[in-house]
């Protein structure tokens, strides 16, 4: 009996697990899309400012650049307005996206842009599957080739850092036709680029990846630390309910900011007699059934606590109507149909009370001076 009774808690524990890191990947999603705000704003303000003349970029191609980032930039926000974030496939579009946003910028502004082949990393890194962000890396190579040729035959050639200008590889070419310059071109460009230029930027890339695939797996792995070592403190292990100590740091700091607060108090009947007679691995069976009717019914603003041995509190932040009464009914039903069931009889004494948040603890003794006259009240009752 013990021993279901903990699979079916670990089973609650794990399914709890896997709601948070979809939550995470929704959360991550979502950071990519304040990612690419910020890359649009940035592309805006750098626009402007070559507009105004700040800047010795080509004002035409800028422009032209920014075109295809807004054009690249409609299935963003298409996706941020119509689909759901929790889709598996959603991170990997956006981040081929930002690939190609990189990719358009790196192309047209050439030096100037180079170091944005590393923001699709970082956007990457957020995601806990360790695929995405090898998947990201190597669309990144691909793009960043794809820009590399796609500047030096359309975009402000590398050249231009040397000589301090902004012209593109038509007008070297005029100018070296004319006579007017003195050096030689290279006869190979394509070969030239991808060599000397995109396969050593791929193992820059390479080992910006390794790094940051590092730094992720460690954070990831503190994260996951953190919170196991957060559920050990604030869980009771024997029935997976919030602790005392949980309780008491909730009840000092927490709900005294909430509007209107409710404490229902149970305590199970008869454990000292069941222990006594029976073991108190009996009585374990007790108090694990009522924890798990307790935990069946607990959401995030109806908070069950394991405050004693055998004494439970669930509080309930800003109660609808009869929502109290509904509880201790509904709490009843399952236990006697757990009896029903064959296992061992279990009931408990129970006391409530109502109030504002700011009165916790007035709140809670009310409640737990019910529940005790309760008890007193059945064991009367029973002689």
């Known amino acids: 009996m ?4 903990r699979d079916v808690m670990m089973e609650n524990y794990q399914e709890k697990y896997k709601k948070e890191l979809h939550q995470q990947e929704i959360n991550s999603n979502i950071h990519t899309l304040k990612g690419f705000f910020w890359i649009f704003v940035t592309i805006l303000i750098l626009w402007l400012l070559t507009l105004v003349g700040i800047f010795i970029v080509d004002a035409g ?6 075109g295809m980032s807004v054009v690249i930039g409609i299935p963003v926000l298409y996706i941020y307005k119509k689909v759901d974030l929790s889709r598996d496939w959603v991170k990997y579009v956006l981040l081929a996206l930002i690939c190609a946003i990189s990719a358009v910028m790196a192309a047209f502004l050439s030096f100037h842009a180079v170091l944005i082949y590393v923001l699709p990393l970082l956007s990457a890194v957020q995601y806990r599957e360790r695929m995405t962000l090898w998947v990201t890396y190597a669309v990144n190579d691909v793009t960043m080739t794809l820009s590399m040729l796609a500047g030096f035959y359309h975009g ?3 050249l231009n850092l040397l000589l301090g200008s902004n012209h593109t590889r038509d007008w070297y070419m005029e100018q070296w036709g004319a006579g007017t ?3 030689s071109l290279e006869p190979d460009p394509v070969f030239t680029i991808l060599f000397y230029g995109a396969l050593p930027r791929a193992v820059i890339l390479l080992a910006f990846t390794f790094i940051l695939r590092y730094i992720s797996i460690t954070s990831h792995e503190d994260a996951q630390r953190i919170a196991d070592l957060t559920y050990r403190k604030e869980t009771d292990l024997g029935t997976h309910v919030y602790n005392k100590n949980k309780y008491e740091e909730m009840i000092a700091d927490y709900y005294l900011g909430v509007d209107r607060l409710a404490a229902i108090f149970w305590d199970v009947n008869n454990l000292k007699y069941v222990n006594d007679q029976y073991g108190h691995a009996a009585g374990d069976v007790l108090i694990q059934t009522l924890s798990s009717v307790l935990y069946e019914l607990s959401t995030d603003r109806r908070k069950v606590y394991r405050v ?4 439970f509190v669930m509080l309930i932040e800003n109660p609808v109507e009869t929502e109290i009464e509904s509880m201790v009914e509904s709490v009843s039903a399952a236990l006697q149909e757990k009896n029903s069931q064959g296992e061992m009889p279990v009931s408990s004494a129970v006391g409530w009370a109502e109030g504002y948040g700011v009165d916790v603890r007035k709140i809670i003794n009310e409640a737990d001076a019910k529940m005790y006259e309760n ?3 059945g064991k009367e009752s029973r002689k």
């Open 2 to 5: 013990i021993e279901e009774h």
């Open 61 to 66: 191609i800028f422009t032209m650049a920014v």
């Open 308 to 311: 004693g041995g055998d004494e």
């Open 375 to 377: 008890k007193t009240r």
């Open 156 to 158: 402000i050639c590398d």
């Open 181 to 183: 310059m003195q050096f």
